[in-house]
């Protein structure tokens, strides 16, 4: 499992109620950390400098400002990627309550509420990807949760959570 999940179990029977059985913060992954971004924004600024000054230095000057703005364009890329990274789907199970709250890139905050006797865990696969999709259905409606996880964190994800949903059900 990669960092993007990190999930708790607890529940012993003596434990009430309330007390959570299940919990999970599934986070977006992102390969390049702040420091390799670094890196690479500099090796692409002074490949850009280097090659942009040998077409200034050949008269084709109007050239210079398209290496900039290439550099410009990967870089508004990646600060849109890494601000992305910032949403958030924190997920509990106690045997009375099954909260999902969803944390959008913006701090905006969804947060939805089922009963774990009536949720259902439905789960959509494909032979050679893996799950597609997950969601929890129930009471008229259904929540998608971890769209943005890759597909070995989502099996993972999906096997603690239906095993979790299934102990707060009482089987």
């Known amino acids: 499992m990669d960092q993007q999940v990190r999930l708790q179990t607890a529940g012993a029977p003596e434990q009430g109620a309330e007390t959570p059985i299940f919990r999970a913060l599934l986070v977006p992954y992102r390969s390049l950390g702040k420091r390799g971004f670094q890196v690479l924004m500099l090796f692409l600024g002074v490949v850009s400098l280097a090659t942009g000054l040998g077409f200034v230095a050949k008269g084709a000057w109007p050239v210079f400002g398209f290496f900039g703005l290439d550099v410009a364009l990967v870089y508004i890329a990646f600060r849109a990627s890494y601000r992305s990274a910032r ?80 102990t707060a059900k009482g089987r």
């Not at 789907?89 to 006797?117: M, Q, W």
């Not at 409606?141 to 239906?162: H, M």
């Open 87 to 166: 949403a958030r789907e924190e997920v509990e199970i106690s045997r009375l309550d099954l909260s999902i709250r969803k944390i959008a890139p913006d701090g905006a905050v969804r947060e939805v509420h089922y009963n774990p006797f009536w949720a259902r865990f439905q789960v959509q696969r494909h032979e050679e990807i893996g799950i597609t999709r997950m969601a929890v259905a129930g009471e008229g409606r259904a929540t998608e949760i971890g769209t943005f996880l890759n597909p070995d964190d989502r099996e993972s994800f999906a096997l603690a959570f239906n095993r979790a949903l299934l």
